[in-house]
């Protein structure tokens, strides 16, 4: 890595298959990152714990995810690509920073609400701290920008205060990380049902993962909720229908968007006809991605050379934080 660039990091469960959502939220922004920031991405594979506490599928999953990352652009001679259990210097920072991040605030955090909502029986104190563990993440390299959706700024929020609180009562330490996105608005990739987002934690009809293949991508999409079309030209477009025209502008060529969308105001759209070449387009996209993790994830041997390279890497700008964090605490002894 080139000194003096600034440091980006960002991390990913792996708790799923990564899907259209990730790839055009999160994969595509990462990719162009590394080639101007020193760019750390991680499989954050401690924080799976706070909602999977089963791990006999973990090994699998970060590889899976780790072949699937490079696919998508990711690239292990530009970027560092580890896993944070092969860290150890995350969880003393996470400790440290555990005494600066008050029970009131932890409680009051919206994704710890949800999955309090959501796993009642298990409302572990690692689900409460997470966005602690999130932090030791970010500043234990010292990070300038964290490239994440909407759904994270509020864990960015608190990384920044963490940070503030450090830097004011042993000494400045950290820079205060920044949320990061290339436009202002992301692109929000729509499940095909219309409701919500696609998500990666169940296998599902109403998402397009990176590794499904053609038949059941054209499947999928010649599923996805359609209406009998606008009554009068130029209509605003119901949710559900402007998902795929998003997916349409993402895959397909500028022309053929252009096409459907004069049909769409022209109230003659075929969405019939739409689907089967959202499908065609899509499958163009996806196949040699899928081929690429597919071919990767065939060779675990390689996948864990890449991990572990990156796991030195990260480790030595981690130990350099650490050593700075330690001396300012004053736990240096000789
Ligand atoms: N909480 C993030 C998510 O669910 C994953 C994550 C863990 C992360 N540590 C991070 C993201 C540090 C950015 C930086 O998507």
């Known amino acids: 890595m080139e000194k003096n660039k600034e440091i980006v990091l960002s991390g990913i469960r792996p708790t799923g298959f990564l899907h259209l959502g990730n790839y ?153 990380p920044r949320a990061f996105s290339y436009s202002k608005d992301l692109v929000k990739i729509l499940s095909l049902d219309g409701s919500g987002k696609m998500s990666k934690s169940e296998q599902q009809m109403n998402t397009i993962y990176l590794s499904d293949e053609d038949a059941l991508i054209t499947r999928k999409i010649m599923k996805a909720k359609t209406d009998q079309g606008p009554t009068a030209p130029n209509s605003k477009k119901p949710e559900y229908i402007q998902g795929l025209f998003t997916l349409l502008g993402l895959v397909s060529s500028p022309e053929i968007l252009a096409g459907f969308e004069y049909d769409f105001n022209h109230c003659h759209i075929r969405y019939g006809d739409m689907k089967k070449q959202l499908a065609e387009d899509m499958i163009r996209f996806i196949s040699p991605i899928r081929g690429k993790a597919a071919a990767l994830q065939n060779d675990p041997a390689q996948i864990d050379e890449i991990l572990a390279i990156g796991a030195e890497k990260a480790r030595k700008s981690a130990a350099a934080t650490l050593l700075e964090v330690r001396k300012a605490l004053g736990f240096k002894y000789h």
């Not at 920072?93 to 949800?114: I, S």
């Not at 409460?128 to 994440?148: E, F, G, K, N, S």
């Open 24 to 176: 055009f939220g999160a994969l595509k922004n990462w990719s162009r990152m590394q080639y101007e920031y020193d760019c750390y991405f991680f499989i954050a594979d401690w924080h799976s714990l706070t909602t999977h506490a089963d791990t006999s599928e973990l090994r699998l999953n970060t590889r899976r995810l780790v072949s699937e990352l490079i696919a998508g652009g990711l690239d292990p001679g530009k970027c560092t690509i580890y896993a944070q259990s092969d860290i150890p210097e995350i969880p003393e920072l996470y400790l440290y920073l555990n005494m600066l991040a008050y029970k009131g605030e932890l409680e009051k955090t919206v994704t710890f609400k949800d999955k309090a909502r959501q796993q009642p029986e298990n409302i572990n104190a690692g689900l409460l701290t997470y966005p602690v563990l999130q932090a030791a993440d970010i500043l234990i390299h010292r990070a300038h920008y964290v490239p994440v959706g909407k759904d994270q700024e509020q864990h960015i929020e608190m990384t920044r205060n963490f940070a503030e609180r450090f830097n004011h009562r042993y000494g400045e330490i950290f820079p205060i």
